[in-house]
């Protein structure tokens, strides 16, 4: 089979590496030809004989087979160009990282395409190459292809296009990643004193080195880390801290990324309508923040009694809307019913059965709180004669990102009123309506009463968009506060740049110690699970010791089922407790918010707390004992934002805490922890009285 002429349309870093790399394989150059692109490979290619076109059409018309390398951005034009120029005779040939054989096809006018994911290391001939073939490439086609690449290395054939991205993201992104790695260690052995030559030495030799051995062995990587990890040794010391690092879900992330970054390379581009749509996200946050700034420093200024007033006015304005907020809470509760909401996201959603009087009374509640704006935390008289205090004061303007309780709408708005700050709402498209009705109502009575309206304003738009736009914010925006499931957590504080305090997911323990009154046990535990599972401070997890496991749960099972509640545990405690299911290995951190308890029987005190450490979200735990040293040590040694003995986890609420209601309950460790009042809605400042000193 005599080879094909292949005719590269860009010779950047990818496509001059190919070049090069066949060349240096010994390919003849006439084999090869380029068109003409700014590319600092020229000189090498022109050098070595290649020949440089002047044109697309002289392209198409001296070569059998057409590379696409240039990026995948640039790809439309060039496409049309083939289209244009009647190379849809030739096999188009992409390295182009993303886009699919049916795109390819489509925009150059119906072209064969082959797809091909080199990567750069076919420079010095160590390459991998990906291969995929549709059924319309011909065997003579596909083997000058395969013979291409594998002149400058590894070929591997594809049975799916699918499997390109993931290929893509190992072998295609995989140098990169390593050369990173390189970077790392060649920062890592200059702290310990190898600087140049040396330093580089030691990197490179030592990677080639474990590679030869890979590549030498039999063994699988882990039988060769351990074959050079003695116990209590330097290797094992230095693995123990990458492991802190989990390198395992590092590249898996890593991958993912990189391979859903190939799938998206594929995406049309946004349409004229998309783009107006961003532009009216990005016009509603400019608008929220602009409003909300001057409305935050009207706040600071207003007296304590003008915060309560303010608070008044918009109770009222709920009271006589009520029935407006009635009709919309009803919209979203039929909305989440067809959509086959949960019961427990349904129960937080509902403002029924004297719920919205509930939420009005706890908005007067608030009113009645003491000022925290203003008040001295710490007072002393310095050795210069100054008298120094510090003050509390209202942090700025909030924004809370919360989920399907309408409530919090009401919670929020109160409190930072109270606190003299201003607040953007973002509430769940579950509660919408609702939300929007609340807010409309606030904001009535507010301006009603001489108050800036902005104080408290709500995101209308929905779009998944708007959110990282808000958190991008610094210096607009002073503090966020993320309430509501653990994937709403963790997209905030990965995405955010201001400030962030978690109301993060609650796993809450109950133990019952073998010291424990069982009667008051059964009790706390009925409370902590039914009152109301789909709420954070119910508890999730039960863990009994071992000494009452045959008579504590049987009646616990009786009691639970009888209440609706499914219970799942261990295949040894599975006969005490008919009809529960075994628990699976994630079941003992998963945050159910639904009438589902797992149970664990456990050996003593200290294995309880072990296993609070590393299941829960130190959110709240308890212990039902009669001892007092054990619940001393318990309550000492779990760590969690709020710690019971004899009582029910339910009691975290900053309504129950005497706080009046609550912003969320903090899972962090800075600034607030726990239920968060009015007091932890506000920082400091110092404020110092004098007399004309001056410091020497």
């Known amino acids: 089979m005599s080879l094909p002429r292949f005719g590269f349309i860009g010779a950047g870093n990818m496509g001059g590496a190919l070049m090069q790399g066949v060349l240096a394989a010994g390919w003849s150059p006439d084999r090869l030809a380029y068109l003409e692109l700014p590319g600092r490979q020229h000189e090498l290619l022109d050098a070595a004989g290649v020949e440089r076109m002047g044109s697309l059409a002289a392209l198409i018309d001296g070569c059998e087979i057409l590379v696409l390398a240039v990026k995948p951005q640039l790809s439309g034009p060039v496409l049309q160009a083939i289209d244009a120029e009647g190379g849809a005779r030739r096999l188009l040939l992409s390295i182009a990282a993303g886009l699919d054989c049916q795109f390819l096809s489509e925009q150059a006018g119906g072209a064969r395409v082959i797809r091909a994911m080199p990567n750069t290391p076919v420079a010095v001939g160590e390459g991998l190459t990906g291969l995929y073939a549709p059924d319309h490439v011909t065997d003579d086609e596909r083997s000058a292809v395969t013979a291409f690449f594998g002149a400058v290395g590894q070929v591997v054939q594809l049975v799916s296009e699918d499997q390109m991205d993931g290929l893509t993201a190992m072998s295609g992104s995989g140098p990169a990643y390593v050369f990173r790695l390189v970077e790392a260690l060649d920062e890592a052995v200059a702290s310990q004193g190898f600087t140049g030559a040396d330093g580089r030495l030691l990197v490179r030799q030592t990677l080639r080195g474990a590679l030869a051995l890979l590549e030498d062995s039999e063994d699988a990587p882990g039988t060769l880390r351990q074959k050079v990890t003695s116990p209590a040794g330097t290797t094992e010391a230095g693995l123990l801290r990458l492991e802190q690092a989990d390198p395992d879900a590092l590249f898996k992330g890593v991958l993912k990324a990189?391979?859903?970054?190939?799938?998206?390379?594929?995406?049309?581009?946004?349409?004229p309508g998309a783009l107006a749509q961003q532009q009216a996200i990005e016009a509603h946050v400019n608008d929220l923040l602009t409003r909300a700034r001057p409305a935050a420093q009207a706040a600071a200024r207003l007296s304590s009694k003008d915060k309560a007033q303010a608070i008044e006015a918009a109770a009222q304005a709920l009271e006589a809307d009520r029935d407006v907020i009635l009709a919309a809470n009803r919209r979203d509760i039929e909305i989440g019913e067809a959509s086959g909401l949960s019961a427990a996201l349904m129960d937080r959603?509902?403002?029924?059965?004297?719920?919205?009087?509930g939420v009005i009374a706890d908005l007067r509640a608030v009113g009645q709180l003491p000022d925290p704006a203003g008040a001295v935390l710490e007072e002393r008289s310095?050795?210069?004669?100054?008298?120094?205090?510090?003050?509390?004061?209202?942090?700025?303007?909030?924004?809370v990102i919360y989920e399907s309780r309408p409530n919090v709408t009401v919670d929020a708005a109160g409190l930072a009123i109270r606190s003299g700050?201003?607040?953007?709402?973002?509430?769940?498209?579950?509660?919408?309506?609702?939300?929007?009705?609340?807010?409309?109502?606030?904001?009535?009575g507010l301006e009603t009463a001489g108050f800036q309206a902005d104080m408290v304003q709500l995101v209308r738009e929905q779009s998944r968009a708007l959110v990282p736009l808000l958190l991008e914010r610094e210096g607009e925006l002073d503090l966020v506060v993320p309430r509501g499931g653990h994937g709403l957590i963790r997209a905030v504080v990965e995405t955010s740049r201001v400030p962030v305090i978690k109301h993060d997911k609650g796993v809450c323990t109950l133990y019952v110690h073998h010291d424990a009154n069982l009667d008051m046990a059964l009790d706390i535990a009925l409370n902590g699970k039914v009152q109301?599972?789909?709420?954070?401070?119910?508890?999730?997890?039960?863990?009994?010791?071992?000494?009452?496991?045959?008579?504590?749960?049987?009646?616990l099972s009786q009691a639970m089922t009888k209440a609706g509640v499914e219970l799942r545990t261990e295949v040894q405690t599975q006969a005490l407790m008919p009809g529960a299911r075994l628990a699976g290995a994630d079941e003992w951190q998963t945050e159910y918010l639904d009438l589902i308890l797992a149970v664990k029987v456990v050996g003593d005190l200290e294995q309880a707390i072990d296993f609070i450490d590393t299941h829960g979200?130190?959110?709240?735990?308890?212990?039902?004992t009669e001892d007092p040293r054990a619940a001393e040590q318990f309550l000492r040694q779990v760590d969690s934002a709020a710690v019971y003995h004899n009582a029910s986890t339910r009691f975290t609420d900053g309504a129950m805490f005497g706080l009046g209601a609550e912003v969320g309950i903090s899972t962090n460790r800075l600034h607030a922890r726990g239920p968060m009042g009015l007091a932890e809605l506000c920082t400091y400042k110092y404020r110092i009285h004098g007399t004309g000193q001056i410091r020497e």
């Open 421 to 444: 700050n201003a607040v953007i709402l973002r509430g769940g498209k579950e509660a919408m309506h609702s939300s929007a009705a609340l807010v409309t109502a606030i904001r009535r």
């Open 532 to 555: 109301r599972p789909g709420v954070c401070n119910a508890i999730e997890n039960l863990l009994v010791h071992e000494d009452l496991a045959a008579d504590f749960l049987p009646r």
């Open 382 to 399: 310095l050795r210069q004669g100054l008298k120094l205090q510090k003050v509390a004061v209202p942090i700025g303007t909030l924004a």
């Open 349 to 357: 959603l509902s403002l029924e059965g004297g719920r919205l009087d």
């Open 258 to 271: 990189a391979a859903d970054r190939s799938r998206a390379l594929r995406e049309p581009e946004p349409a």
């Open 617 to 624: 979200s130190q959110h709240s735990d308890a212990i039902v």
